[in-house]
C-alpha cells in the first residue's frame, strides 16, 4: 500500500519561498503514476496546485504557476514543492497526493498524505 | 472563487438519501468523463469516493454513487449513516492547461 509523507517547515516569512517534500513508501516514485500537491487554506476548500511524472513532466495551477515549481527526485523516492514569494495567502494544509491506478485521467487522488500546515507570518 | 459549484451545504435523516451537484462548465465537466468526488472528516485528509463519473475504489460502500448530465455531475448517498456526515468535494479534469479543478465543497449533515 502506498504512502505518502508530506515534510518542511511549518513557518515561511512573507516573501519568502515554501519548501515541502512529499517521500513515497510502498511504492516506486518512477511507477506510472502523477504526483501531485494540493492545499486547502484553514477552513476553506481544496485547491490543486499541480503534479508532476516520474520524466519530470509537469502541470500547474495556472493561477500559481509563476510561482511553483514541482520536481522529483528519484534517488529518494520522493518529490518536492517550491513556492515562491508567498503571503499570508499561501497559510494552507499543504497535502501530496497519487492518481489511482487505472483511473482514466490525474483527477482522481487515490492516496493522500497527512497534510502539513504551512503558516506565512513574520 | 471556486472552478466548479456546489451547494455549501445539505442535509439528510439516517437511512435516506442525499444528492450533491457539482456544476461546471463544457470545458471540464461537461467535456470529459473524468468527474471524481472526495470525502473528509474534520482534520483529515481528502478520501477518493467516486472516480470517473460513477465508478467506486475499492473499499467505499455501494451506498456512494455518482452521476452526471451535461455540465452537472452528481453525487448520491442513500441509506444516511452518521459517519458519512463531512465536507465533499467534486473534483473534474479540465484540459491539459488548466489540468484539474475542485468545487468549493459542500457540508453534509446528517440530522
Known amino acids: 500500500q502506498v504512502q505518502l509523507q508530506e515534510s518542511g517547515p511549518g513557518l515561511v516569512k512573507p516573501s519568502g519561498t515554501l519548501s515541502l517534500t512529499c517521500a513515497v513508501s510502498?511504492?516506486?516514485?518512477?511507477?506510472?503514476?502523477?504526483w501531485s500537491w494540493v492545499r486547502q487554506p484553514p477552513g476553506k476548500g481544496l485547491e490543486w496546485i499541480g503534479e508532476?511524472?516520474?520524466?519530470?513532466?509537469?502541470n500547474y495551477n495556472p493561477s500559481l504557476k509563476s510561482r511553483v515549481t514541482i520536481s522529483v527526485d528519484k534517488s529518494k523516492n520522493q518529490f518536492s514543492l517550491k513556492l515562491s514569494s508567498v503571503t499570508a495567502a499561501d497559510t494552507a494544509v499543504y497535502y501530496c497526493?497519487?492518481?489511482?491506478?487505472?483511473?482514466?485521467?490525474?483527477?482522481?487522488?487515490?492516496?493522500w498524505g497527512q497534510g502539513t500546515l504551512v503558516t506565512v507570518s513574520s | 472563487q471556486s472552478a466548479l459549484t456546489q451547494p455549501r451545504s445539505v442535509s439528510g435523516s439516517p437511512g435516506q438519501s442525499v444528492t450533491i451537484s457539482c456544476t461546471g462548465t463544457?470545458?471540464?465537466?461537461?467535456?470529459?468523463?473524468?468527474v471524481s468526488w472526495y470525502q473528509q472528516h474534520p482534520g483529515k485528509a481528502p478520501k477518493l469516493m467516486i472516480y470517473?463519473?460513477?465508478k467506486r475504489p475499492s473499499g467505499v460502500p455501494d451506498r456512494f454513487s455518482g452521476s452526471k448530465s451535461g455540465n452537472t455531475a452528481s453525487l448520491t448517498i442513500s441509506g444516511l449513516q452518521a459517519e458519512d456526515e463531512a465536507d465533499y468535494y467534486c473534483?473534474?479534469?479540465?484540459?491539459?492547461?488548466?489540468?484539474?479543478?475542485f468545487g468549493g465543497g459542500t457540508k453534509l449533515t446528517v440530522l
Open positions: 473534483c473534474s479534469y479540465a484540459g491539459s492547461y488548466t489540468s484539474v479543478v
Open positions: 497526493a497519487r492518481d489511482l491506478m487505472g483511473c482514466s485521467s490525474t483527477s482522481c487522488l487515490g492516496y
Open positions: 463544457s470545458s471540464d465537466v461537461g467535456g470529459y468523463n473524468y
Open positions: 470517473d463519473v460513477s
Open positions: 510502498g511504492g516506486s516514485i518512477s511507477s506510472s503514476n502523477w
Open positions: 508532476i511524472y516520474h520524466s519530470g513532466s509537469t
